[in-house]
């Protein structure tokens, strides 16, 4: 629990809220049609969410069903098998202060995960992984009837040697998260419910001709791998390429672990072999792992920003603590906390709105971050650096109309520094409008 003695800002007030067909997972807005959003919707036919946010209950009457489940195969005959879940995307355009659906797209497999490429151009694509080891790319054409087309969707499990190598000792393995480089837009990172974290090169033209996955995870979990972010290295060292990167992956093992690897064409890639990838992933030194987490890691965000020659990545996690820490890239130093604060809630999605530099005669700055915190709902938080070197998290908007786990949240930000955000939660279905005024 947060310290009680803290003083918190009083709860913003909903614009507007609706319900929902199917429980939302993930939600974002379009970069270059800001006025469209797109939520992902998980449905497991007769019960769950995303694993990691199962409070301690939920997680005891799974294992009951589970052990129900078992007595009635072992009864009937019948042979376990991977349970049914099926999803939904949903676009949705924020006209004038009103939510106004526009468009549902059904999925065969519930959506864990979506995003728009990042890269100049390509910022009207999507893509979405999901609960059968999909990934699904998508185009948002604004101000068509039905906006949103599906361009294509991979298997990814079909491009693995054998289903040994791709299960290990699991049922059946789930994509639970993924990223785009920011930079490379042919390049994606996905996290499983296996614990591995693999990288996805999609090819020039991002049409699924020519998608391969390599072959080896890149990090890897002793349990499910939650999150992964990636990060153009600030600080390479002196020759190397800017093709450097860092890879940082969040699990249930409470782990966050990172690798600096570089890409680099490869001298045996033929221009016509769409079965292998034309570059190679190199690791520039071996994966480490960061401690001082209570409970699995499920949100990573790194800020951009360098400490001395380390990089500042922001963490969340399901143990209801957001933390600052100074990562060591290339280094080999060990990783330090600079910052905690108990958000009240699991951790399980950032997102920074507003970065202020050049504070306190340029030593200082402050970052402002929507928190999507679980059964705690949503929060705005301030993390800012003292001119003294000092950081701190301050907690300066809270909403809690949610009555479940709200997983995905994403906003918008005026001129006049007025915050629009639109907010989920999971059982109850809920899709919920509302403003926070943080200044010009």
Not at 84 to 100: E, K
Not at 169 to 189: Q, Y
Not at 397 to 413: A, I, P, T, V
């Amino acid at each position: 629990m947060r310290d009680p003695s803290e003083k918190w800002p009083e709860p913003v007030s909903s614009l507007q809220s609706m319900q929902l067909d199917l429980p939302p997972s993930c939600i974002e807005f379009c970069p270059s049609a800001p006025s469209y959003f797109l939520i992902g919707t998980y449905n497991l036919e007769g019960y769950e969410g995303p694993a990691a946010a199962q409070t301690a209950e939920a997680k005891e009457m799974e294992a009951q069903d589970e052990n129900i489940d078992k007595d009635e195969a072992a009864v009937t005959g019948e042979k376990e098998g991977p349970q049914n879940r099926n999803g939904s995307i949903l676009t949705f355009q924020l006209v004038a202060d009103q939510l106004v659906h526009v468009q549902t797209l059904m999925q065969p497999s519930a959506i864990l995960d979506l995003h728009f490429n990042p890269a100049l151009g390509k910022q009207d694509m999507c893509a979405a992984v999901s609960s059968t080891a999909t990934l699904a790319l998508f185009r948002l054409s604004p101000g068509e009837t039905e906006p949103l087309k599906h361009l294509k969707t991979m298997d990814m499990a079909s491009m693995c040697k054998t289903a040994e190598d791709w299960l290990c000792d699991k049922d059946e393995v789930i994509f639970t998260h993924f990223s785009w480089h920011p930079t490379k837009p042919d390049m994606v990172a996905v996290t499983t419910t296996a614990g591995y974290v693999h990288l996805i090169y999609l090819g020039r033209d991002l049409d699924g001709s020519d998608w391969v996955m390599h072959p080896e995870p890149i990090l890897t979990h002793t349990l499910e791998a939650w999150y992964v972010s990636i990060s153009p290295s600030l600080s390479p060292p002196e020759g190397e390429e800017n093709d450097s990167f860092l890879l940082l992956s969040g699990g249930d093992d409470s782990a966050l672990r990172y690798q600096v690897c570089k890409r680099t064409r490869s001298a045996h890639a033929m221009e016509d072999d769409e079965s292998e990838s034309p570059y190679t992933i190199e690791a520039l030194r071996p994966p480490v792992n960061v401690r001082g987490h209570g409970a699995g890691v499920t949100a990573i965000l790194p800020l951009g920003l360098k400490d001395g020659e380390s990089e500042l990545v922001v963490t969340g996690s399901y143990d209801d603590h957001i933390r600052l820490f100074s990562i060591p890239a290339y280094g080999f130093g060990r990783a330090v906390e600079l910052a905690e604060r108990n958000l009240g809630g699991g951790v399980w999605r950032l997102k920074i709105v507003k970065k202020e530099m050049g504070l306190l005669d340029g030593q200082g700055w402050r970052l402002t971050m929507l928190v999507s915190c679980m059964h705690a709902g949503t929060r705005v938080v301030e993390l800012s650096k003292s001119g003294a070197g000092e950081c701190e998290f301050l907690v300066i908007g809270r909403f809690e109309e949610h009555k479940s786990m709200n997983y995905g949240s994403d906003c918008q930000l005026s001129a006049e520094g007025t915050l629009a955000v639109v907010s989920t939660s999971f059982y109850d279905k809920l899709l919920c409008l509302w403003k926070l005024e943080l200044g010009a």
